[in-house]
Structure formats: C-alpha cells, structure tokens
C-alpha cells in the first residue's frame, strides 16, 4: 500500500466526531444526497481510508442481511471512493482490511455471518468475467442484482453454511 494512504477499521468503534467527518464527506462527495440517509449510514461503517493529510478519501459500511438464494448471513458491502483517487486500488485496500478483520474466528462468528457479500456497480470491474477473483479474497461469482450488476461473495476461513431443512428429501 502507498506510504500515502491509511485504512483504519472501525467497525463498531467510530467515534461521533468521525460520523460526522464522514457524512460531510458524503454529501459534500454527492455519494449520499440525503443528510438523514448519510447519518443512517453512518452507523454501519466498518472501514475509512485517508490521505497523507488526513483527509477522508474513502469509506466502507455494512449490515448484516440474510441473502435468500444462499438462504444464509452475510455482511452486505458498500463502499465510496472519491473520483480523484479511484483507479489506485483504494477500493481494493480498504476491502482487503475489512475481510481481514472481520475474518478472524471470534468476530464472524460471534455475529453469524459466513462471509461479505458485494455488488459491483464499476463499469472496470464488471468487465472481468473470471468466476473467482483469487487476488481479492476469492471474491466469487454468485449471478445478477435486479439491476444486472455482478454479485459476488468473499467467505470467511473456516465458515459454516446453515443447512435449512429441504422439502423434497
């Protein structure tokens, strides 16, 4: 990683204060329109990345939701990067620190959750048509949003699918 950048997990540690840095950074940004929805938001932060100067260049939220095709808890992903430093792999690093930390055994376990389920909304990313991006956390093909967007899902080390009763057996 550039000596330039930090990423700071802070998954369910955000202070107020950095709430309220990054809500500003969001509408100022235009990534979230709504102060409210910013706000709301705020709460499901997990990752922040910074420039040299301390500045806010990028941020990663989260929720925990059942995905029905998988019929398990996964962490539904979100991330912003401003314009200016898209295309240096911010997205990536910051992605990297959440699956890394939320991969050790006492945290997804203790919350449920077999993985990190993503939508790829960059026209980039959703050109590489690989089943499994190896290089990003074995980043796994699962099919469409109603949008058409690619979803894929990083599972954890050592995670445990729940296994619903079927019918037909």
């Known amino acids: 990683m550039d000596k330039n950048f930090s990423v700071e997990f802070i998954w369910q540690n955000a202070s107020e204060e950095l709430k309220k840095k990054v809500v500003a950074f969001w509408i100022n940004e235009g990534a979230i329109k709504q102060e409210e929805d910013a706000i709301s938001r705020s709460n499901e932060l997990l990752a922040v990345c910074k420039d040299q100067d301390g500045n806010i260049i990028g941020v990663s939220t989260g929720v925990k939701s059942i995905y ?22 911010i997205a990536g690093l910051i992605y990297q ?37 190896k290089e990003h956390c074995n980043l796994t093909f699962i099919g469409f949003d109603h949008r058409g967007v690619q979803l894929r899902v990083s599972y954890f080390d050592d995670a445990e699918i729940n296994l619903p009763g079927l019918d037909n057996q």
């Open 97 to 133: 620190k959440v699956y890394d930390e939320l991969n050790k055994v006492e945290v997804f376990k203790g919350h449920g959750i077999i993985g990190i389920l993503s939508a790829f909304e960059n026209a980039h990313l959703n050109k590489d048509k690989r089943a499994v991006w």
């Open 68 to 89: 029905p095709a998988l019929k398990n808890h996964f962490l539904v992903y979100r991330s912003y990067v401003t314009p200016d430093y898209r295309h240096q792999g």
